[in-house]
T-cell receptor, first 114, second 113 residues
Framework: GDSVTQMEGPVTLSEEAFLTINCTYT??????LFWYVQYPGEGLQLLLK?????DKGSNKGFEATYRKETTSFHLEKGSVQVSDSAVYFC?????????????FGQGTILTVHP | DGGITQSPKYLFRKEGQNVTLSCEQN?????MYWYRQDPGQGLRLIYY???????QKGDIAEGYSVSREKKESFPLTVTSAQKNPTAFYLC????????????FGSGTRLTVV
């Protein structure tokens, strides 16, 4: 079945450091890929998405590129801020009989210190 | 503004009781979903509905029930058959999950006392 694997966390960085959170996936066909962010005590917010190979999603300084050859969708940001501290989820939607259903990774906790 | 409203934010249940979590959306989305979130386990799909009066079981439906009598509403009942109901419950909706992703509510934290 479909699955998403995120890098083990938690991740702790200093402000202005470079961020990478790895995400790899297993799916049949051509899934759409997403990154969501969850702040403490809240629901998830869509951060960025990519719907086909080589697409780059970007938002609020975060970027991720859909790499079909390596089945990856790694999240990057060049300079993190304290306000970026949150839990980040990678997810895929495989379409077909799974239409509209998202499969999530386990989440990566990011803490940014001043 | 359009969005998804979940209520209550916190809910306490005694053992053996059924409780119902509310989820209402005014986004005119056809599809709605319920997920359960436990620490370190990500999100697991409980039930989903792609159209009014129709719904399907997700990966962990045992001990839960839903209804979809109106497009705007998708309540989740946690029954006494659910052996470990303490968790954070998230409701979501989408117009086209494959391409646009979901809009999530702010969640309900259920605790068994």
């Amino acid at each position: 079945g479909d699955s998403v694997t995120q890098m083990e966390g938690p991740v702790t960085l200093s402000e202005e450091a470079f961020l990478t959170i790895n995400c790899t996936y297993t799916a049949t066909g051509y899934p759409s890929l997403f990154w969501y962010v969850q702040y403490p005590g809240e629901g998830l917010q869509l951060l960025l998405k990519a719907t086909k190979a080589d697409d780059k999603g970007s938002n609020k300084g975060f970027e991720a590129t859909y790499r079909k050859e390596t089945t990856s969708f790694h999240l990057e940001k060049g300079s993190v801020q304290v306000s970026d501290s949150a839990v980040y989820f990678c997810a895929l939607s495989a379409g077909g009989t799974s239409y509209g259903k998202l499969t999530f990774g386990q989440g990566t906790i990011l803490t940014v210190h001043p | 503004d359009g969005g998804i409203t979940q209520s209550p934010k916190y809910l306490f249940r005694k053992e053996g009781q059924n409780v119902t979590l509310s989820c209402e959306q005014n986004l005119n989305h056809d599809a709605m979903y319920w997920y359960r979130q436990d620490p370190g386990q990500g999100l697991r799909l409980i039930y989903y509905s792609q159209i009014v009066n129709d719904f399907q079981k997700g990966d962990i439906a045992e001990g839960y029930s839903v209804s979809r009598e109106k497009k705007e509403s998708f309540p989740l009942t946690v029954t006494s058959a659910q052996k470990n109901p303490t968790a954070f419950y998230l409701c979501a909706s989408s117009i086209d999950g494959d391409r646009t992703g979901y809009t999530f509510g702010s969640g309900t934290r259920l605790t068994v006392v």
